[in-house]
């Protein structure tokens, strides 16, 4: 599926972009135009397209094999973020070095080197799903636990007494709160993968994707402007909010598919992009910049959406070039290859002919 590649190329673009106004101009949210938006649906289709590429239908779950895919994860996910958080510190010039790393492992987050670790931790519970369901032949397991996913969020935003319990130190420090509030989109992601076939004429209908989009305009104007729901029932129209606009993305990509090919400059850019995420994520930190002044000529003039959108995107361009570039420079070396980004260099095809008229 290449629209799903472009798509996710295009999510990755929304994240740096997002990054970019938050840290590099300084916007909040309450003030920005395009903040409260992207933050709806841009991690959500990161863990969805990662749950659905999770399944694999004629995958044997056994000891040896959830073991080697544990560890795989683990060298590609954990130990280079740990190796890039220490690089972004040491580039930051942060004073204490040591002090500033053990709080940003403290921190759900990790100065925002957090996805790889709760990306780690739904893999190896999702594992342990889909061995039952392959042993029970349902994919029933998957789908209860989706649904056990969807009321643990929506605990971590219900009223004090219940929601301190997510403040505990096991939650902060092992990120498992960050692991809870994506964990449904994951999982979401995997079942419509399972049940491809039918969710397919779901998107193809007519009445499909325009019931999306009014639910999106509904709720985001009752989340940004009425009001009218207070407490934990705030989080009703965000999460359907957050629904809505991520299926919508997905809808719009399926259905324009033939122009996110390889053979078209659109679809081949961002599928390079999509299949590049981890180097990306990992390098885009070190590589953002400070512009305040930005910022601030944005909150004055404010509210502008599209210029919100143009100038973070258009800076976000420029830095996940500079990203693609550091890291192909850092792959010629194989062993940076694996412990920066968790894989050894990929041969490419210039040199297997190479190596194959050489031994001819």
Known sequence: MEWLDAMRGFTMILVVAYHVAQFGFGQSEKLSASLPFLVLFRMPLFFFVSGFLAYRSRFVWTTSSFLSLTWKKVKIQVLPALVFL????????????????????KSPTKSGYWFTWVLLQMFIIYYFTAALSQKLRSHKPVVILWIMALAVYASLYMPEQFGKYWKAPFYMYSSFYETMKFFHFFLLGNIVHRYWTWVQKMFDSQWFFPVLVMVAVICCADFFRWKTLTGQWTNLPRTLAMYSLMLMVIVVFRHYQDS????RFLGRHLQYVGTRT????????IFLPKLPMVGEFLDTYRPNFVVDIVAAVSVALVIITFCLLTSNI?????????????RKP???????????????
């Open 260 to 263: 996110f090919t390889k053979e």
């Open 278 to 285: 981890l180097d990306i994520y990992l390098l885009h930190f």
């Open 330 to 342: 850092l792959r010629t070396s194989p062993v940076f290859s694996e412990l920066l980004f968790g």
């Open 86 to 105: 220490c690089l972004f510190l040491i580039f930051r010039r942060s004073h204490n070095f040591f002090d500033v790393f053990w709080a940003s492992m």
């Open 346 to 360: 990929v041969v490419s095809q210039l040199s297997k002919d190479a190596t194959l008229e050489k031994n001819v």
